[in-house]
């Protein structure tokens, strides 16, 4: 680890605000002057702040938290950063999360109780020197020579990479225990660097790393008991113990014929440990493939972590549609595999325990992954095996990007004979369980660096709420809106960009800020939007009316702005189709929307904003203002059927045949209120009003009457402490639950335009800014390039298809930060709450 080197802190920020940062970071930005004695009368100043917690309800040790380093506000590869509670150091190592050779993480490892929340300090000290509990290394022979494939004589050596030479291959003698090494204190794992690219294990009996005992006299030792353990496993021709090839329909064809294998190790620490394969020129399925495996592995834990990335094939062949993962079959075990119910961005497994390791004792083996990556479960005549979706681009390139793909998935061992070692089956799937949950909901981290406390600590005045906006905007013009036009990549769900709610939904937010605060980038990047997407005769691309998929409306608000802005015949046709999908969508009895086809008789929150405000808004820009019933008429069914007349929330979802899994049987309601579904629901209550005249109060009361209601029931589900709202509204103190930030911007940006409409009186006015205030204290994170970031958000929430609605389900999708569906609510609440201040 570097712990000389100077460090660097960000000591800037965009006008308007730079002179105040500059001046709040001075004490940051110094270089640290070496003491003369260890003795300190204070400590120094943090770089941040980390506030961590458990979202489990049973307790977790050896947790690890990762940081990246621009989000600590830290330049460049920090000299020193240790990480404290209190007056207690917490472990920590500088990490190479990605294995690209250069530093760029903090990791801290500490014990969680269950639900426990955690105040971190992040100092510009050098951490004390942890207890070595993770390792990885590659050794090979030296001083000896090679007798055809064999290497004699000579001792083995360790080096940081290594590339067999042509001859090399299994039994060779060349490469101690036939490859690369990684452990932690719990379990080793080995990768045979030749034809067979098995996965082994060795059995830990000490608690403490043992690679670097074995092996030293030759292959035979480690197949019987030494005093650190053993090896375990027979692969044979297997998988063995979670390895990879490729799925050929009949067989798993594992990386056999290829041109040479590459090894290098690239951290061998206390707390993380890493190395890398490369596989040169993998011939398999009539294509030549370069392929990397980037294993790593932390303290305490009994998984390795695989993250595969396969280069695009030469010439013009398709991309290999699968790589197969899974465990060595041996007789007498049990197969063993984790529900499929589940969301697709949810962990599951496939696993076997029994007696079969070589020690003719109890292991339990297991490959982890997510459900929605999964092709299909199957075998041949040596493994069980998982195959696999691989993510990742087209042949060609996307946005200058490569067209890599790749796999990301875990694997683990549990051994009878290991130190305090799982010793049945029953505690194996208990394990497996907890570890499914720990992947699925890591450790909540909310950071606040010195950048940050001293950007959003400014008086909040209508300069300021637009500046907010403009920075997500800002951002969001260089991460996202060059990608969201037809032939551009949706990285955040890996697929091409489609005509849908999220492509258009942070353009509309670019337009909101453009019409307040002028930019002609925003205007232009709305527009590049619309007419990519929308052909010379008012066709749209990937657009597909027979889905019935009420999401994909919501992007008609677009063109009909692009139509206004620009008068071009196109849009009016365009939102002649989409317009035309609502006259035939089908309904509930009660004439409600369902949200997809294939969600029949299902009405859901996130409909009424994707369908709504362009029904009312075209209505009255090409009917006269005619047919807005039918617009009023959502609003009442919603609220008669998903309106819980106790709290004013709204359930997520109802189904009126109560047949799906999560449909209450006697009501058809979804059992949970999920913040971000009445979001949708209480933006759409306020953009509808836009479209409908004063003069109409018939046709505006019944939304009106909502309007007021929901202020009601928000307010009095708001955090107290942080002044937003949590995943779920009503269960705040439940583990798991944390602040979201979609849901939030959400809310204020429904407050403060019912404040602008005059739909809510005034005595919510002063709720509305200290709410606001509590998304930048709470969501917006300054990064050490000066860029922010919006934190905290679900990825994606839904129902059916794996998704039950509990409570679990809702804590379980991932937390990700900057996606447009949190950042678009929050550059237009910015605007509604500068509207509001002016």
Same mark, same amino acid.
């Given at each position: 680890?570097?712990?000389?080197?100077?460090?660097?802190?960000?000591?800037?920020?965009?006008?308007?605000?730079?002179?105040?940062?500059?001046?709040?970071?001075?004490?940051?930005?110094?270089?640290?002057?070496?003491?003369?004695?260890?003795?300190?009368?204070?400590?120094?100043?943090?770089?941040?702040?980390?506030?961590?917690?458990?979202?489990?309800?049973?307790?977790?040790?050896?947790?690890?938290?990762?940081?990246?380093?621009?989000?600590?506000?830290?330049?460049?590869?920090?000299?020193?950063?240790?990480?404290?509670? !209190?007056?207690?150091?917490?472990?920590?190592?500088?990490?190479?999360?990605?294995?690209?050779?250069?530093?760029?993480?903090?990791?801290?490892?500490?014990?969680?109780?269950?639900?426990?929340?955690?105040?971190?300090?992040?100092?510009?000290?050098?951490?004390?020197?942890?207890?070595?509990? @993770?390792?990885?290394?590659?050794?090979?022979?030296?001083?000896?020579?090679?007798?055809?494939?064999?290497?004699?004589?000579?001792?083995?050596?360790?080096?940081?990479?290594?590339?067999?030479?042509?001859?090399? @291959?299994?039994?060779?003698?060349?490469?101690?225990?036939?490859?690369?090494?990684?452990?932690?204190?719990?379990?080793?794992?080995?990768?045979?660097?030749?034809?067979?690219?098995?996965?082994?294990?060795?059995?830990?009996?000490?608690?403490?790393?043992?690679?670097?005992?074995?092996?030293?006299?030759?292959?035979?030792?480690?197949?019987?008991?030494?005093?650190?353990?053993?090896?375990?496993?027979?692969?044979?021709?297997? &998988?063995?113990?979670?390895?990879?090839?490729?799925?050929?329909?009949?067989?798993?064809?594992?990386?056999?014929?290829?041109?040479?294998?590459?090894?290098?190790?690239?951290?061998?620490?206390?707390?993380?440990?890493? *190395?890398?394969?490369?596989?040169?020129?993998?011939?398999?399925?009539?294509?030549?493939?370069?392929?990397?495996?980037?294993?790593?592995?932390?303290?305490?834990?009994?998984?390795?972590?695989?993250?595969?990335?396969?280069?695009?094939?030469?010439?013009?062949?398709?991309?290999?549609?699968?790589?197969?993962?899974?465990?060595?079959?041996?007789?007498?075990?049990?197969?063993?595999?984790?529900?499929?119910?589940?969301?697709?961005?949810?962990?599951?497994?496939?696993?076997?325990?029994?007696?079969?390791?070589?020690?003719?004792?109890?292991?339990?083996?297991?490959?982890?992954?997510?459900?929605?990556?999964?092709?299909?479960?199957?075998?041949?005549?040596?493994?069980?095996?998982?195959?696999?979706?691989?993510?990742?681009?087209?042949?060609?390139?996307?946005?200058?990007?490569?067209?890599?793909?790749?796999?990301?998935?875990? +694997?683990?061992?549990?051994?009878?004979?290991?130190?305090? !070692?799982?010793?049945?089956?029953?505690?194996?799937?208990?394990?497996?369980?907890?570890?499914?949950?720990?992947?699925?909901?890591?450790?909540?981290?909310?950071?606040?660096?010195?950048?940050?406390?001293?950007?959003?600590?400014?008086?909040?005045?209508?300069?300021?709420?637009?500046?907010?906006?403009?920075? *997500?905007? %800002?951002?969001?013009?260089?991460?996202?809106?060059?990608?969201?036009?037809?032939?551009?990549?949706?990285?955040?769900?890996?697929?091409?960009?489609?005509?849908?709610?999220?492509?258009? &939904?942070?353009?509309?937010?670019?337009?909101?800020?453009?019409?307040?605060?002028?930019?002609?980038?925003?205007?232009?990047?709305?527009?590049?939007?619309?007419?990519?997407?929308?052909?010379?005769?008012?066709?749209?691309?990937?657009?597909?009316?027979?889905?019935?998929?009420?999401?994909?409306?919501?992007?008609?608000?677009?063109?009909?702005?692009? #139509?206004?802005?620009?008068?071009?015949?196109?849009?009016?046709?365009?939102?002649?189709?989409?317009?035309?999908?609502?006259?035939?969508?089908?309904?509930?009895?009660? !004439?409600?929307?369902?949200?997809?086809?294939?969600?029949?008789?299902?009405?859901?929150?996130?409909?009424?904003?994707?369908?709504?405000?362009?029904?009312?808004?075209?209505?009255?820009?090409?009917?006269?203002?005619?047919?807005?019933?039918?617009?009023?008429?959502?609003?009442?069914?919603?609220?008669?059927?998903?309106?819980?007349?106790? @709290?004013?929330?709204?359930?997520?979802?109802?189904?009126?045949?109560?047949?799906?899994?999560?449909?209450?049987?006697?009501?058809?309601?979804?059992?949970?209120?999920?913040?971000?579904?009445?979001?949708? +629901?209480?933006?759409?209550?306020?953009?509808? *009003?836009?479209?409908?005249?004063?003069?109409?109060?018939?046709?505006?009361?019944?939304?009106?009457?909502?309007?007021?209601?929901?202020?009601?029931? &928000?307010?009095?589900?708001?955090?107290?402490?942080?002044?937003?709202?949590?995943?779920?509204?009503?269960?705040? !103190?439940?583990?798991?639950?944390?602040?979201?930030?979609?849901?939030?911007?959400?809310?204020?940006?429904?407050?403060?335009?019912?404040?602008?409409?005059?739909?809510?009186?005034?005595? #919510?006015?002063?709720?509305?800014?200290?709410?606001?205030?509590? &998304?930048?204290?709470?969501?917006?994170?300054?990064?050490?390039?000066?860029?922010?970031?919006? @934190?905290?958000?679900?990825?994606?929430?839904? *129902?059916?298809?794996?998704? %039950?609605?509990? #409570?679990?389900?809702?804590?379980?999708?991932?937390?990700?930060?900057?996606?447009?569906?949190?950042?678009?609510?929050?550059?237009?609440?910015?605007?509604?709450?500068?509207?509001?201040?002016?």
């Amino acid at each position: 680890m570097l712990q000389n080197s100077d460090f660097h802190v960000v000591c800037s920020f965009r006008a308007p605000l730079a002179v105040l940062i500059t001046a709040a970071l001075l004490g940051a930005c110094a270089k640290p002057t070496p003491s003369a004695t260890t003795v300190t009368t204070a400590a120094p100043a943090g770089l941040a702040e980390l506030t961590v917690t458990n979202p489990s309800a049973f307790a977790r040790p050896d947790s690890a938290v990762t940081v990246a380093f621009a989000d600590l506000g830290v330049v460049g590869i920090p000299g020193s950063l240790s990480v404290w509670a !209190g007056a207690r150091e917490v472990p920590s190592q500088l990490i190479d999360s990605d294995g690209n050779g250069s530093l760029d993480s903090l990791l801290a490892m500490a014990d969680f109780a269950a639900g426990e929340q955690q105040q971190w300090q992040v100092k510009p000290i050098p951490a004390q020197a942890s207890v070595k509990r @993770t390792a990885a290394e590659i050794s090979q022979k030296t001083g000896g020579q090679w007798q055809g494939k064999v290497y004699q004589g000579g001792t083995f050596e360790n080096v940081q990479s290594l590339t067999p030479p042509p001859q090399y @291959t299994d039994h060779s003698e060349f490469i101690r225990y036939e490859g690369p090494g990684i452990e932690s204190d719990r379990v080793a794992y080995r990768i045979y660097l030749d034809w067979r690219n098995g996965f082994d294990i060795f059995g830990n009996i000490t608690g403490s790393p043992v690679l670097h005992q074995v092996g030293l006299d030759g292959y035979s030792s480690y197949h019987n008991m030494q005093p650190w353990g053993l090896d375990l496993l027979k692969v044979g021709k297997s &998988l063995g113990a979670g390895g990879f090839g490729y799925w050929d329909g009949s067989a798993a064809q594992g990386v056999s014929v290829l041109k040479g294998h590459s090894a290098t190790i690239h951290q061998s620490g206390p707390l993380f440990s890493s *190395l890398s394969i490369d596989y040169h020129d993998w011939q398999i399925a009539g294509r030549t493939l370069d392929v990397r495996a980037h294993l790593s592995m932390q303290a305490g834990s009994r998984l390795l972590r695989n993250q595969l990335e396969l280069a695009a094939p030469a010439g013009n062949a398709a991309p290999l549609d699968n790589l197969a993962i899974g465990l060595v079959k041996h007789a007498g075990t049990e197969l063993l595999q984790g529900t499929l119910e589940v969301s697709g961005h949810q962990y599951t497994y496939l696993a076997t325990y029994g007696k079969q390791s070589l020690n003719n004792d109890l292991l339990g083996m297991a490959v982890i992954f997510k459900r929605g990556k999964l092709q299909k479960l199957t075998a041949d005549a040596n493994s069980h095996v998982a195959v696999m979706e691989l993510t990742g681009l087209a042949p060609a390139k996307v946005g200058g990007i490569n067209s890599a793909r790749k796999l990301d998935y875990h +694997l683990l061992a549990a051994w009878q004979g290991e130190k305090n !070692g799982i010793t049945n089956q029953a505690d194996f799937v208990s394990y497996l369980q907890q570890q499914l949950e720990i992947l699925d909901r890591p450790i909540r981290v909310k950071i606040s660096n010195a950048a940050t406390k001293a950007a959003v600590s400014q008086p909040l005045t209508a300069q300021q709420a637009l500046y907010w906006s403009q920075q *997500l905007a %800002d951002a969001g013009l260089k991460l996202q809106a060059p990608h969201y036009v037809w032939g551009g990549w949706d990285f955040e769900r890996e697929r091409p960009t489609t005509f849908e709610y999220t492509t258009g &939904l942070l353009l509309q937010a670019f337009d909101d800020l453009h019409q307040l605060a002028p930019n002609p980038a925003y205007k232009t990047a709305m527009l590049n939007m619309a007419d990519s997407f929308v052909a010379a005769d008012g066709s749209i691309h990937s657009y597909q009316r027979e889905k019935f998929n009420i999401d994909s409306i919501n992007s008609g608000n677009v063109l009909l702005r692009a #139509y206004e802005q620009t008068g071009e015949v196109k849009y009016q046709k365009a939102t002649a189709l989409l317009r035309d999908q609502l006259k035939d969508h089908p309904k509930t009895s009660n !004439g409600a929307f369902w949200h997809k086809k294939i969600y029949p008789h299902q009405v859901w929150l996130d409909g009424v904003y994707m369908g709504i405000p362009f029904l009312a808004h075209h209505n009255q820009l090409f009917n006269n203002g005619q047919g807005l019933e039918e617009a009023v008429h959502e609003f009442v069914a919603v609220r008669d059927k998903l309106r819980d007349p106790v @709290t004013g929330l709204y359930f997520h979802g109802w189904d009126e045949q109560k047949q799906q899994v999560w449909a209450n049987k006697t009501t058809g309601l979804s059992p949970e209120f999920w913040s971000r579904g009445i979001g949708w +629901l209480a933006m759409a209550v306020v953009d509808t *009003l836009d479209f409908i005249p004063r003069e109409r109060s018939d046709l505006r009361a019944p939304l009106e009457q909502m309007a007021r209601e929901l202020a009601v029931a &928000l307010k009095a589900h708001v955090d107290p402490a942080s002044q937003v709202w949590y995943q779920i509204p009503n269960k705040p !103190g439940t583990p798991g639950n944390y602040l979201e930030s979609s849901a939030s911007s959400m809310f204020v940006y429904f407050y403060a335009k019912a404040l602008n409409q005059g739909l809510i009186d005034n005595s #919510y006015r002063d709720f509305t800014l200290q709410a606001y205030q509590g &998304l930048l204290n709470q969501f917006v994170l300054v990064d050490a390039n000066g860029t922010a970031h919006l @934190t905290q958000m679900v990825q994606v929430a839904g *129902l059916g298809f794996g998704r %039950d609605g509990s #409570y679990d389900y809702y804590q379980n999708e991932p937390v990700i930060r900057n996606d447009a569906k949190g950042v678009g609510p929050f550059i237009m609440a910015g605007v509604q709450v500068a509207r509001l201040l002016q």
